[in-house]
């Protein structure tokens, strides 16, 4: 087993444009020579166009996915721009832009909830800039010094005489000022427009259906593509008999895609789809047909023993000792299985390839990533290349990887000149994911005499995603990304104090394929660990929160989270008769998360979940309302994947392929979700994952209040447990 | 070549008379408000009315849909015009990616129809979509909304 990892020219393309600019993105805005934008306006400066008639057009580097990343980002450049937040619209910059451009607008990639977390700082900077540019243009136009201006609501009044002008009327002017060499940004208690509840600015096209999604581009003389790639993964295409199919209404060539793949290209999706579908292929499956979960459960199982190598993430004191010395010790084993991340929208790239351009419309977490892959793929220079962003029908990480694009660019090659809509069915979409990555784990914790918790082990062992999709990221060989959640310190520390701490990881990565999904690593590592803290608290007669307290003194902001859970919930108040509670805490992606639950099963395995608490520390809270819908929102991704998510390997591949054997919740099983926002400011934190890990364990740690029985493999599924 | 009713207007289309019901809405007729999620019938965003029932578009043949009315999500609301249930999504910001509203709505519209002031048990019934985004929360409350409206 193992997987190859990919050549990445992303960095090589990417990097070139940035070094051999000597700019460093920490420059956040464009030079003094004026750029129009699209429409000719002269842009105030890369983040801002004001046109003429007020609208202030802010551009937007990273992907919406539904996330709300774009009014986030938008909210903290009118803030600090002081426009008027009625007149701002929003644009995306294209990945070519940026490269001709230096890289001005940094990074496109939009995953790991870093949307504006890593990207707050320069985009408030090229707001304030601009803002100073306008005041300055005003200023220069009255002859007054800027001291005597002041700004609000896209307005610059000179304070003394009274006399007022609208930025719209000075952004020219502006555009041609050198932009200031430093700003200051507000601080966050006086912001206005950022930290307020706004509503989403992409709403209304979401729900009269003008919104147009990859799957909807349509361009003039385009025909469609439907695609078969091999289901075993690393297998390869052997032959297919295309004159089954050719005479078939609407197909207009078949054709091989790579080492693994064919496509049948047609006047419509349907048609194209249809006559793949009766086209016979032979696969060649190659070393990798006869792995399947048992197969990949047993290998991942050799890995818990201590005396495997491992990886270590995290370690204190000598756990070996403390097991020596340990009055008591307790030991559990638990597992995580594949998951389809399961956007709604299937991939889908549309690509118009000629010998002179390549241009790609596609919805994607990472425009950057799919203009590499353009270049790549298409063998043309970068300044022949562009990738314009459309709306993307999820993303969940899925589409930050750009394996569908590659295959578009393929297929428009064979036929230069005519767009190429290439579409996957769900099928396909199901059967070539980039998986949540399989782990087992062994937990041991051990106790003095007082029942006092002096040791812990946990061994992961599995997949690591680093080592399949970004191995330059690994350090020597490890994947720290595994350890989220569970690190000594930084934007995924565990929240508690063990004296005698080892965590570590022994490396198994089965063949099929990983990714990032929504919450990575942390979804299995909050379930291994916060279930095992209740064990633990259980076995020696404890309360599971009173036990984790004691461990948390250390751990502030972690600590902070858990009360206001079980404050809310009720914690020391007993549950109405038949409710049984599970609580528990984690962090991720830099914000703290904790969440609490109510519930009651029925004939000892139909769970009604009655009430969940989530609470969320992200330090800063860019927009409460939409955070409220990250939320929710991650509690259905979270308990989707709890009773339902598994996707199983027989044979090398993936055996479940539509929604019917891999289901989603629906609003009938839906909770209600009571969240408490809590930022406590001085850092930022993400929010479009963190809460999704403590789903799976405050509910199955509630099953074990009520039940006695504890659940240590996930989906709820295989354990005849389901929604009441 | 099949003669199809689409929001009050009449198409030419011409494809075989299997064609599931959404592939003539997207592709023949070009109106791709109407989403394609999984064309097994699991997942409801294919969504649409026929002669007023909801229908999940990619399960139906295009030959069971002649000289009937179809609306999809562009014609909910007479032009220019935006249904109350539209009105509780903007109000109420439901979609976040969005892929799965046209069909949600499509689904509530036709709910409201039958039920006009649905419990939750009503809904939890009716409305069996998929959201990988996870919007129930706010559907729900939008719901009730577009009720009381
Ligand atoms: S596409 Fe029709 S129900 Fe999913
Ligand atoms: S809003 Fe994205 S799937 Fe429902």
């Known amino acids: 087993m193992g997987h190859a990892p990919q050549l990445n020219r992303r960095s090589f393309v990417l990097g070139t444009a940035a070094i051999g600019s000597g700019l460093a993105l920490g420059i956040p805005f464009g030079g003094p020579t004026a750029v129009h934008a699209a429409d000719g306006t002269l842009e105030v400066n ?27 980002l938008a909210q903290l450049v009118a803030e600090e721009l002081e426009c008027d937040w009625s007149k701002v619209t929003t ?3 294209t990945p070519g832009q940026s490269v001709a451009r230096k890289r001005v607008w940094g990074d496109f990639s939009t995953g790991g909830s870093r949307g504006v977390r890593t990207s707050h700082e320069y985009v408030r900077k090229g707001g304030a800039a601009a803002r100073l540019m306008l005041i300055q243009a005003a200023a220069n136009e009255w002859a007054a010094p800027v001291s005597e201006c002041a700004t609000s609501k896209g307005v610059i009044t000179h304070v003394p005489s009274g006399r007022t002008v609208t930025y719209g009327k000075v952004a020219e002017a502006a555009a041609k000022l050198q932009p200031p060499a430093d700003v200051k940004l507000k601080d966050p208690k006086d912001w206005t427009i950022a930290g307020k509840p706004l509503k989403r600015l992409d709403t209304v096209e979401k729900t009269n259906g003008k919104m147009i999604y990859g799957a909807d581009i349509k361009l003039p003389g385009m025909l469609n593509a439907a695609i078969k790639d091999c289901p075993v993964f690393g297998g390869t295409l ?9 005479g078939m209404k609407g197909v207009k060539k078949v054709v091989r895609v790579g080492e693994s793949a064919v496509a049948v290209v047609a006047d419509t999706w349907w048609h194209a789809k249809s006559a793949l579908e009766t086209m016979p292929v032979v696969w060649d499956d190659g070393k990798n047909a006869n792995v399947s979960s048992e197969s990949i459960g047993k290998w991942l199982q050799e890995g818990l023993d201590a005396a495997q190598p491992a990886f270590v993430g995290n370690k204190a004191g000598d756990v070996k000792a403390a097991f020596a010395s340990a009055a008591k010790t307790v030991e559990a084993v638990y597992a995580y299985p594949y998951q389809n991340h399961a956007t709604m929208e299937p991939m889908n790239a549309t690509v118009l390839y000629t010998a002179e351009k390549c241009e790609v419309w596609t919805g994607t977490q990472n425009g ?15 300044d022949k290349c562009e990738v314009y962003k459309i709306m993307p029908g999820g993303g969940f990480g899925r589409r930050g990887m750009t394996d569908y694009v590659r295959q578009a660019v393929a297929i428009a090659k064979q036929m230069p000149g005519t767009p190429i809509k290439l579409m996957w069915s769900r099928e396909e979409d199901m059967l070539h994911g980039r998986y949540h990555p399989v782990t087992q784990s062994k937990l041991i914790g051990a106790f003095d005499a007082d029942n006092n918790l002096i040791g812990l082990h946990m061994r992961i062992s599995g997949q690591s995603i680093l080592a399949s999709v970004r191995p330059e990221a690994m350090q020597n060989g490890m994947d720290t990304v595994t350890f989220q959640g569970l690190n000594a310190s930084g934007e995924a520390a565990i929240g508690y104090t063990v004296p005698n701490l080892l965590i570590d990881h022994s490396m198994r990565n089965p063949h099929v394929p990983p990714g990032f999904w929504r919450g990575v690593n942390v979804n299995q590592n909050a379930i291994y660990l916060e279930s095992f803290m209740d064990e633990l608290a259980h076995s020696v007669g404890q309360d599971p929160l009173e036990f984790r307290r004691k461990l948390m003194t250390k751990h502030p902001k972690h600590l902070a989270v858990l009360n206001a859970v079980a404050e809310r919930i009720g914690w020391t108040t007993p549950a109405p008769q038949g409710v049984f509670r599970g609580i528990c805490q984690h962090m991720g992606f830099g914000s703290y998360v904790a969440a609490a639950t109510e519930i009651s099963v029925t004939g000892g395995n139909k769970i009604k979940i009655h009430r969940i608490v989530a609470a969320t520390d992200p330090g800063y809270a860019v927009n409460p309302w939409q955070i409220d819908r990250q939320i929710a929102g991650s509690f259905v991704y979270g308990l989707s994947a709890l009773f339902y998510g598994e996707c199983t390997v027989k044979g090398g591949r993936i055996e479940q392929e539509n929604f019917d054997t891999y289901p989603s919740m629906t ?5 209600k979700v009571e969240s408490i926002l809590m930022p406590s400011g001085g850092f930022w934190g993400g929010v479009g994952e963190p ?3 403590v789903a799976a364990p405050a509910v199955l740690n509630a099953y074990f209040a009520a039940t006695g029985k504890r659940i240590r493999s996930v989906p709820l599924k295989n354990h005849d447990i389901i929604f009441a | 070549m099949a003669s199809l009713t689409i929001n009050g207007r009449s198409y030419e289309i011409d494809v075989e008379p299997d064609t599931p019901l959404l592939w003539a809405i997207r592709e023949n007729a070009g109106l791709t408000g109407t989403k394609y999620g999984c064309g097994v019938a699991q997942c409801g965003a294919c969504t649409v009315h026929v002669d007023g029932q909801q229908v999940r578009s990619c399960s139906m043949a ?7 009315q179809v609306t999809t999500i562009e014609g909910l609301a007479s032009e220019g015009a935006v249904h109350k249930v539209q009105q509780a999504w903007i109000d109420h910001d439901v979609p976040q990616c969005g892929y799965c509203q046209s069909g949600m709505i499509m689904a509530v519209a036709a709910l409201l129809e039958t039920i006009p002031q649905p419990t939750d048990e009503d809904i939890d019934l009716a409305i069996t979509n998929i959201c990988r985004c996870g919007t129930f929360q706010q559907v729900r409350e939008a719901i009730h909304a577009a009720a009381s409206a």
Not at chain 1, 238 to 245: L, R, V
């Open chain 1, 691 to 693: 809460t999704i890990c």
């Open chain 1, 667 to 671: 609003m009938k099983e839906m909770p």
């Open chain 2, 62 to 68: 295009l030959s069971e849909a002649i000289g009937k």
């Open chain 1, 46 to 72: 890369a983040w801002v166009v004001v046109r003429p008639d007020e609208t202030v057009v802010v551009r937007i580097a990273r992907s919406e996915m539904g996330q709300g990343t774009l009014t986030g």
């Open chain 1, 91 to 93: 644009e995306y910059p």
């Open chain 1, 368 to 382: 950057e990533a799919v203009f590499a892959a353009a270049v790549e793929a298409s063998g043309l220079p970068s």
């Open chain 1, 238 to 246: 052997k032959s297919f008999d295309d004159s089954k199919i050719l």
